[in-house]
Protein backbone atom coordinates (compact mmCIF):
# COMPACT_ATOMS: atom_id res chain seq x y z
CA UNK A 1 0.00 0.00 0.00
CA UNK A 2 1.22 3.25 -1.08
CA UNK A 3 1.29 5.55 2.12
CA UNK A 4 2.25 9.29 2.74
CA UNK A 5 5.25 8.39 4.41
CA UNK A 6 6.63 7.13 1.12
CA UNK A 7 5.74 10.18 -0.22
CA UNK A 8 8.20 12.86 -0.56
CA UNK A 9 7.47 15.77 1.28
CA UNK A 10 7.89 18.03 -1.71
CA UNK A 11 4.92 16.61 -3.38
CA UNK A 12 2.75 18.30 -0.86
CA UNK A 13 1.52 21.97 -1.76
CA UNK A 14 0.08 23.56 1.57
CA UNK A 15 0.23 27.00 0.05
CA UNK A 16 -1.50 25.88 -3.28
CA UNK A 17 -4.80 24.42 -1.68
CA UNK A 18 -7.05 25.87 -4.47
CA UNK A 19 -10.72 25.86 -3.84
CA UNK A 20 -12.22 22.72 -3.85
CA UNK A 21 -15.27 23.90 -5.64
CA UNK A 22 -15.05 22.60 -9.04
CA UNK A 23 -16.18 19.27 -7.91
CA UNK A 24 -18.43 18.50 -10.70
CA UNK A 25 -16.32 15.52 -11.87
CA UNK A 26 -16.45 13.98 -8.46
CA UNK A 27 -20.27 14.42 -8.02
CA UNK A 28 -22.22 11.51 -7.28
CA UNK A 29 -25.41 10.21 -7.52
CA UNK A 30 -26.11 9.60 -3.56
CA UNK A 31 -28.44 6.68 -2.31
CA UNK A 32 -28.48 8.74 1.17
CA UNK A 33 -28.37 6.30 3.37
CA UNK A 34 -27.08 8.10 5.76
CA UNK A 35 -28.45 9.94 8.85
CA UNK A 36 -29.12 13.54 7.71
CA UNK A 37 -27.58 15.88 10.03
CA UNK A 38 -29.33 19.48 9.30
CA UNK A 39 -29.13 19.91 5.41
CA UNK A 40 -26.38 17.20 5.27
CA UNK A 41 -26.31 13.62 4.40
CA UNK A 42 -23.30 11.98 5.16
CA UNK A 43 -23.03 8.39 3.59
CA UNK A 44 -21.17 5.10 2.42
CA UNK A 45 -18.32 5.98 4.90
CA UNK A 46 -15.41 3.73 4.77
CA UNK A 47 -11.61 2.76 5.30
CA UNK A 48 -9.39 0.29 4.18
CA UNK A 49 -7.94 -2.44 6.80
CA UNK A 50 -4.72 -1.13 8.04
CA UNK A 51 -1.74 -2.28 10.25
CA UNK A 52 -0.62 0.43 13.80
CA UNK A 53 1.63 2.81 12.53
CA UNK A 54 0.35 3.06 8.75
CA UNK A 55 -1.56 5.23 7.05
CA UNK A 56 -4.94 5.20 5.63
CA UNK A 57 -7.54 6.80 3.72
CA UNK A 58 -11.57 7.50 4.74
CA UNK A 59 -13.98 8.07 2.05
CA UNK A 60 -17.14 9.33 2.16
CA UNK A 61 -19.93 10.91 0.26
CA UNK A 62 -21.66 13.94 1.09
CA UNK A 63 -24.92 15.33 -0.11
CA UNK A 64 -26.50 19.11 0.75
CA UNK A 65 -29.84 19.07 0.60
CA UNK A 66 -30.11 22.02 2.19
CA UNK A 67 -30.53 26.02 0.37
CA UNK A 68 -27.53 27.44 1.77
CA UNK A 69 -23.65 25.75 0.76
CA UNK A 70 -21.63 24.26 3.76
CA UNK A 71 -18.01 23.90 4.17
CA UNK A 72 -16.03 20.75 5.55
CA UNK A 73 -13.10 22.42 7.18
CA UNK A 74 -11.68 19.40 9.46
CA UNK A 75 -11.90 15.83 10.45
CA UNK A 76 -10.68 14.54 13.71
CA UNK A 77 -10.49 10.74 14.51
CA UNK A 78 -8.97 9.33 18.06
CA UNK A 79 -7.64 6.40 15.79
CA UNK A 80 -4.75 8.43 14.14
CA UNK A 81 -1.92 11.08 15.37
CA UNK A 82 -2.93 13.21 12.54
CA UNK A 83 -5.82 13.23 10.44
CA UNK A 84 -6.48 15.83 7.82
CA UNK A 85 -8.15 16.69 4.45
CA UNK A 86 -6.36 15.30 1.29
CA UNK A 87 -7.17 15.80 -2.33
CA UNK A 88 -4.41 13.01 -4.52
CA UNK A 89 -4.18 13.87 -8.39
CA UNK A 90 -1.78 12.81 -11.08
CA UNK A 91 1.21 15.04 -11.63
CA UNK A 92 2.84 13.82 -14.94
CA UNK A 93 2.94 9.69 -14.16
CA UNK A 94 2.88 10.15 -10.30
CA UNK A 95 0.17 10.23 -8.01
CA UNK A 96 0.68 12.56 -5.04
CA UNK A 97 -1.13 14.27 -2.29
CA UNK A 98 -1.62 17.59 -1.07
CA UNK A 99 -3.69 19.44 1.73
CA UNK A 100 -6.55 20.85 1.07
CA UNK A 101 -7.92 23.42 3.87
CA UNK A 102 -11.97 22.82 2.85
CA UNK A 103 -14.19 21.46 0.74
CA UNK A 104 -17.30 23.31 -0.68
CA UNK A 105 -20.44 21.40 -0.54
CA UNK A 106 -22.95 23.61 -2.82
CA UNK A 107 -26.68 23.74 -1.73
CA UNK A 108 -28.12 20.69 -3.94
CA UNK A 109 -24.94 19.15 -4.24
CA UNK A 110 -23.33 15.96 -3.86
CA UNK A 111 -19.33 15.89 -3.04
CA UNK A 112 -17.61 12.23 -3.17
CA UNK A 113 -14.74 12.13 -1.38
CA UNK A 114 -13.21 8.43 -3.46
CA UNK A 115 -9.83 6.57 -4.21
CA UNK A 116 -7.40 9.06 -6.48
CA UNK A 117 -9.33 12.08 -5.52
CA UNK A 118 -10.25 14.20 -2.39
CA UNK A 119 -10.08 11.70 0.81
CA UNK A 120 -9.63 12.11 4.44
CA UNK A 121 -6.03 11.49 5.45
CA UNK A 122 -5.09 9.00 8.51
CA UNK A 123 -1.52 9.34 9.63
CA UNK A 124 0.32 6.71 11.62
CA UNK A 125 -2.74 4.82 13.29
CA UNK A 126 -2.93 4.40 16.77
CA UNK A 127 -4.35 0.53 16.55
CA UNK A 128 -4.98 -1.79 13.41
CA UNK A 129 -8.05 -0.94 11.56
CA UNK A 130 -9.51 -4.35 10.94
CA UNK A 131 -12.30 -5.09 8.11
CA UNK A 132 -15.99 -5.26 10.06
CA UNK A 133 -14.81 -2.64 12.18
CA UNK A 134 -15.33 0.78 12.39
CA UNK A 135 -13.49 3.90 12.83
CA UNK A 136 -15.61 6.62 14.92
CA UNK A 137 -14.40 10.60 13.64
CA UNK A 138 -16.01 13.58 13.70
CA UNK A 139 -16.58 16.01 10.79
CA UNK A 140 -16.56 19.72 11.68
CA UNK A 141 -18.63 21.75 8.81
CA UNK A 142 -18.80 25.34 8.95
CA UNK A 143 -22.88 25.38 8.94
CA UNK A 144 -23.71 21.94 10.01
CA UNK A 145 -20.76 21.79 13.00
CA UNK A 146 -19.60 18.88 14.43
CA UNK A 147 -20.77 15.90 13.13
CA UNK A 148 -20.24 12.05 13.86
CA UNK A 149 -19.07 9.61 11.15
CA UNK A 150 -18.34 5.94 11.54
CA UNK A 151 -16.01 4.65 8.88
CA UNK A 152 -16.53 1.21 7.87
CA UNK A 153 -13.48 -1.07 7.47
CA UNK A 154 -13.26 -2.60 4.56
CA UNK A 155 -16.38 -1.64 3.43
CA UNK A 156 -15.26 0.17 -0.11
CA UNK A 157 -17.29 -0.36 -3.81
CA UNK A 158 -16.10 -3.54 -5.45
CA UNK A 159 -12.73 -2.11 -7.35
CA UNK A 160 -12.04 0.24 -4.60
CA UNK A 161 -9.92 -2.14 -2.88
CA UNK A 162 -6.32 -0.98 -4.83
CA UNK A 163 -3.79 0.37 -2.71
CA UNK A 164 -3.55 4.43 -2.53
CA UNK A 165 -5.12 7.01 -1.26
CU1 LIG B 1 -3.48 11.65 1.65
Known amino acids: ?3 CAEMPLLQFFPR ?9 AAVLVSSARGAPIGALVVDRAWTRPAPAGANDAGYLTITNRGRSADVLLTVATPVAKVASIHESR ?5 MTMRPLRFVAIAAGATVSLHPGGIHLMLEHLNRPLEAGAQVPAILTFARAGRVRIQLRI ?4 SGATMPGM
Open 90 to 94: MVGAV
Open 1 to 3: MLS
Open 16 to 24: RCALALTLS
Open 154 to 157: GAGP
